[in-house]
């Protein structure tokens, strides 16, 4: 089977000959890889023999000037297309430190949004075109990433405190922010479906939780948040394509409400922040595609993870609706001979009889 042919599979609750790989390894990760024997010229995806994917995005920022603001050899300090200004550090992998945002206020935001014009140039047709035939040609499952929520809001334009003080004192200013991102995004996949580019998922990232609890109530979600992404879900269903949801974070305790949006998958079933895949697979594996729930801590254990894909891997994939990754992505920490063990045992315990 192709890749396009097991995510099917996964995506109908059927079995396949395995269960489809897939993941995130970071810059540093391939790095490390290439160091201990990866050849340069090789796709990752080729080199261990695991499926790939197409992925399409488009851009709704407000496009504010990107300017460096400051560098020295240890970090760089920029501001981006959302108006926010970060620290980025040069170790080998790093998150940037969120320094500053210039869109809080409604007034800001009016401002900002005047910005967001839907002109053609915020769609990749260059890219498509170069690719899009290749991809199905391939076999490739293909992704289109849209843009709103939760998630985005917080952590690209405004921050989260600001976004979640706005939840309780302001809601219809978070609602309007919510509505644009998603209108906009929609008119300009609308756009390029009209032209003849189809996908397979919509697939968005919206963390609602971190280790423990999620940012905000059931009932807060149900309010601002969820008419978006059920929304979100229709257009998928719409156009014949199925939905997934990123949510890092332990997001035990909207489950119902999220399921109850149409989505069709989740990832990436966060274990070390308290997502339990066993009681998920139970409620909800009919209904929903689990993509992830390994925990990514112990990947550099080779012992360890390999005894986690055992305990896993079998009931998950029971049924089909299961994509193994990570949950999360792969770190630097997960050397070239790890990796190929875990895909290796991936590859037995995964597969369909």
């Known amino acids: 089977m192709n890749s396009w042919e097991r995510f099917k599979r996964m995506y109908d609750h059927r079995e396949a000959d395995r269960v489809p790989i897939i993941d995130d ?4 990760t391939l790095r490390r890889w290439r160091r201990e024997g990866m050849p340069e010229d090789v796709d990752w995806c080729d080199y261990f023999d695991i499926d790939k994917m197409g992925v399409i995005n488009v851009d709704i920022s407000p496009r504010y000037p990107e300017v460096t603001l400051e560098e020295t050899d240890r970090y760089a300090i920029r501001t981006s297309s959302w108006g926010v200004t970060m620290k980025h550090f040069k170790e080998e992998d790093s998150t940037p430190e969120f320094l500053d945002y210039k869109v809080t206020t409604p007034k800001a935001w009016e401002e900002a949004k005047k910005r967001m014009t839907l002109s053609d140039d915020r769609i990749p047709w260059d890219m498509l075109k170069a ?63 009209d032209a003849g580019y189809r996908f397979d998922e919509m697939f968005w990232y919206d963390d609602m939780g971190y280790k423990g609890t999620t940012f905000f109530s059931p009932k807060m979600y149900r309010e601002l948040l969820q008419p978006y992404h059920t929304r979100a879900v229709k257009w998928a269903h719409d156009h014949g394509v199925y939905a997934q ?4 974070g ?59 894909i055992d305990e896993k891997v079998p009931v998950l994939k029971q049924n089909g609706g299961f994509i193994f990754s990570s949950d999360h992505s792969i ?15 991936v590859k037995r315990v995964g597969r369909y009889e």
């Open 25 to 28: 390894p970071w810059a540093g």
């Open 131 to 193: 690719n899009y035939d290749k991809w199905r040609a391939e076999g490739r499952w293909i992704r289109g990433v849209f843009w709103f929520g939760f998630d985005v809001t917080h952590s690209w334009m405004m921050g989260t405190e600001n976004v979640l003080v706005a939840m309780i004192e302001e809601p219809e200013f978070v609602q309007d922010i919510f509505d644009t991102y998603l209108s906009h995004t929609i008119a300009l996949y609308d756009r390029l479906w």
């Open 245 to 248: 949801l990123h949510s890092c």
């Open 250 to 308: 332990d997001i035990m305790t909207l489950l119902p409400d999220i399921v109850a949006t149409g989505v069709d998958a989740l990832n990436p079933l966060e274990v070390k922040a308290g997502m339990d895949v066993f009681e998920i697979k139970r409620k909800y594996g009919d209904r929903l595609v689990l993509h992830g729930g390994i925990n990514a801590v112990k990947w550099s254990d080779a012992d360890a993870i390999l005894a986690e």
């Open 331 to 345: 770190p630097n920490a997960v050397s070239l001979e790890n990796m190929k063990r875990i895909v290796a045992e």
